[in-house]
């Protein structure tokens, strides 16, 4: 079995920091890309940012310059560094990595931290 946690959420003032963490653990033979996805109340679940196995990393233009992702593969770790947090950027925040365990592959999502920023 494979488990994603996250942690780092909270209530935070406009213009503020928060830093996610998410571990995964579990019969891990390999971890592939780890990503950062939210989800508002009435909308779709989107893509933040991601970061492959050989670092390439991807942003949703509405963090581009704001949020960093970054990994360490040897603490099956994914961070979300998140500055200048704005309203809009309330939500929960979902954890998702692709994995290969010894028996198969697959996307792999963590619980959700909800993030919430106050004007």
């Known amino acids: 079995q494979v488990q994603l946690v996250e942690s780092g959420g909270g209530l935070v003032q406009a213009g503020g920091s928060l830093r996610l963490s998410c571990v995964a653990s579990?019969?891990?033979?390999?971890?592939?890309?780890m990503g950062w996805y939210r989800q508002a109340p009435g909308k779709q679940r989107e893509l933040v940012a991601s970061?492959?196995?050989?670092?390439?990393?991807n942003y949703a233009d509405f963090v581009k310059g704001r949020f960093t992702i970054s990994r360490d593969n040897a603490k099956n770790t994914v961070y979300l560094q998140m500055n200048s947090l704005k309203p809009e950027d309330t939500a929960v925040y979902y954890c998702?990595?692709?994995?290969?365990?010894?028996?198969?592959?697959?996307?792999?999502w963590g619980q959700g931290t909800q993030v919430t920023v106050s004007s």
């Open positions: 998702n990595a692709n994995i290969r365990t010894r028996a198969s592959r697959g996307d792999y």
């Open positions: 970061i492959t196995s050989s670092d390439i990393i």
């Open positions: 579990g019969s891990i033979f390999r971890i592939n890309t």
